[in-house]
């Protein structure tokens, strides 16, 4: 009895003395989101042992008054968060960030806003699509919904391959990020779409530059981030469904969603889409053999805890793409009459059927990622990812080739990556991460037909690290670098004359295998040293005013058709040719923003300049005969590149249910080494569109856009003269002159009805080209043979369950 006494009174004397301190310290901070964070606002902070409970503001700003000196443990919850402990020590006034894992509510909502993860680029800014303005493309391709952000444009071939291409630059200079992995599809290739549909993303992310240095140095253009939507981590099943039908093409699609989702953290998402149409059509004539069969499966799952997770995704993507008719020609003669022409060469009725020439593409995507939590290092993530991508092309072939792909590539890919996100501490924050890849690619000689990319075998290897400093509450810097090695091994036959014209046999003599004939076999064996870098900072005027500046070095290697490319593109309609000696592109890019955002007005303008050394470019030269027909010839080479220009958005609220959206673009690209323009600029564009919204009229919305493309009037003289046997004259082939500007009217609606209290189905009318305008589109590759498509009434029906 008397040890417990004793016990009990040093108890209540040691519990005098913190009481008799002067105990008027405040710990004060903000409580944000784990993943992207932003704040979050109505988080309840309890202090255990006392009875102080503070709630954040709407800032996610909170002050807990009265502490003494010592440690603390304080306990943060939120909705839809996990509720966290954590211990906290007091020294006079102190600061301090709580992460919360959040989950947003997505079940029922009627607008969802994409958002990312933060931590790709903090100092560049970045333009998002929602889900909702997704769906609006459900019937289209990715290509189509980044064509709606100021900055990006497409380079098509025809309507149904559509490519971004974002400030003046794209395929390979353009990084695309499908659910954490990086797309390795052959996207080289200027008519080569990327595999991805549409209605697998939830948010989607454009970030114009080369900050986002976790996806790769290269991204001289810039970074596509596609990633699905979170999921809440309680009991639900939910889904949805979306149908289509278009006038223009005469077909439709549908996507269907559902998601399953545990209290225990495990969830399941499986996703389909068909979409098939037939040929498309101008004002005035049909486009003979552009139908479209895509289909596409995606099954995303995983284990989501705070602590660990486990995820893991598949997709499966296939599209048969028809390519215009008209674009594959016999002499030269047909070829000059063509271009001249104001009508295809080859114009018939309206079918499903799609013919050659055409491309029959699939790709294969699967990948495991797990990640843990430990005190006092970060999150470690550990993911392996695997692609398989089957090109096919389809030339006009007779005889018992005639069903016989002219192009048989696969391109298998292995990637491995590790990553650690460390907050070193409440201000800083470093992320790291190595790289290793492994990718073969095998081109099918039974085709018959040389093979335009070689079988190859390519190993990379590529570690970076990123750190951001919050300097102040208004003040953020950012500093981050990376290096990538590129080892490839290729296998190439060379034609015995194209080898000496280009002086190969003195260059590259020691690379030869073996000559058989007119044919000589290589082994290139090329390595690529490449060490990119970003530097910015961002800083906050005020609540409704931003400013951001970076700068990013991009280092790319050449892609396997710049260096390999010596034949007959069926796809594109050419042939082209690429160039051993090609050496790594480097761009250095300047971005600045100043955005505003407000209720009233907002708005973003945001110039750029990028200098890029040896840059790659492919050009027009000639027209070749060939047995398939007559081809125009474009060529590789490199110079020397400056690209600037500047993007602006802006937004003004008339009322409460009117406003006004408006988007201008402008890019100028530079030859500096012949002094001349780059071929393939975006022109100067404009959109404004007027938007009215009225939630209480069943979410009534009604959308008329007016987008005005002006003349492209800087482009390279690539013209060349054609010998036409029938007339024994030499012709110009005008391949250089731009088409005239044009203007399109499109008008967008929606309405939206509650069938249920969980079930709602919206219903929208749109009309691209409302004035059935005949036009020509500067970048698109086929502009020489047809117009671009007419009048379109699309009638879209979507269910969320």
Known sequence: MYMLLYAISMLLFGSISPISQDCDNTLSGTVIDLHDSSVLSGALLIVAGTEQAVQTDVDGNYTITGLCDGTYSIQVSHPYCLTQGYTVKVSGNTSKIFRLEHHLEELNEVTIKGETYQREAKTIFKNKISTEKLEDFSNGSLGDALNSLSGVSSLNTGNAVVKPMIHGLHSSRVVIVNNGVRMEDQEWGAEHAPNIDVNSIGNLTLIKGAGALQYGGDAVGGVIVADALKVPVKDSLYGKTLWNLASNGRGSSVTSQLTKSFQNGWYATAQGTVKRYGDFETPDYVLSNTGIFERSVSLHFGLNRFKYGLEGYYSFFKNEI????????????????????DRPLVIEDFTYNIAEPRQDVTHHLARLKMFSRFDGLGKLSLQYDFQRNNRLEYDIR?????????????????????????????????????????????????????????????????????????????????????????????????????????????????????????????????????????????????????????????????????????????????????????????????????????????????PFINSINDFIVIEPTSIEQTIRGNFQVWEYRHTDALLLGFDLDASYAFTENLRLDHQFSFVKGYDRSREEPLISMPPVNTKNSVVYQNP???????????????????????????????????????????????????????LDFNISPKSQLTVGFKVTNLLDNSYRNYLNRLRFYADELGRNYLLNLKFNY
């Open 322 to 341: 028809g390519i215009l008719r008209a674009s594959h020609l016999g002499g030269a003669s047909d070829q000059l009459a063509a271009i001249n022409s």
């Open 696 to 750: 209480k009229v069943n979410n009534l919305q009604l959308a008329l856009q007016s987008e005005f493309v002006f003349r492209q009037n800087e482009f390279p003289n690539n013209n060349f003269e054609v010998y036409i046997p029938q007339t024994e004259t030499n012709e110009i082939v005008d391949v250089s002159t731009s088409p005239d500007a044009y203007h399109l009217l499109n008008f967008n609606s929606s």
């Open 398 to 606: 007779v005889g018992d080739d005639a069903d016989k792909a002219s192009i048989d590539l696969e391109l298998d890919t292995h990637t491995v990556l590790l990553d650690l996100d460390s907050d070193l501490t409440d201000e800083i924050n470093l992320k790291t991460g190595l790289m290793a890849r492994y990718q073969t690619n095998f081109a099918d000689p039974t085709t018959g037909i040389r093979r335009l990319i070689p079988d190859y075998d390519k190993y990379d290897l590529g570690g970076y690290a990123v750190a951001d400093y919050d300097m102040s509450e208004r003040l953020l810097l950012e500093v981050g670098a990376r290096f990538d090695y590129t080892y490839m091994d290729a296998f190439k036959f060379y034609r015995t004359s194209t080898w000496e014209s280009r002086n190969y046999d003195e260059l590259y003599s020691d690379i030869i295998v073996e000559e058989t004939g007119n044919q000589i076999l290589t082994n290139p064996q090329l390595s690529f040293y490449n060490a990119s870098a970003t530097a910015g900072a961002t800083y906050s005027f005020d609540d409704e005013y931003k400013l951001f500046f970076n700068y990013s070095l991009a280092s790319r290697a050449p892609n396997p058709s710049e260096l390999f490319s010596e034949g007959l593109h069926h796809s594109a309609s050419r042939i082209e040719m690429g160039d051993l000696g090609f050496k790594s592109e480097v761009a250095h890019k300047v971005a600045i923003t100043f955005e505003r955002k407000n209720p009233i007005f907002s708005f973003s303008i945001s």
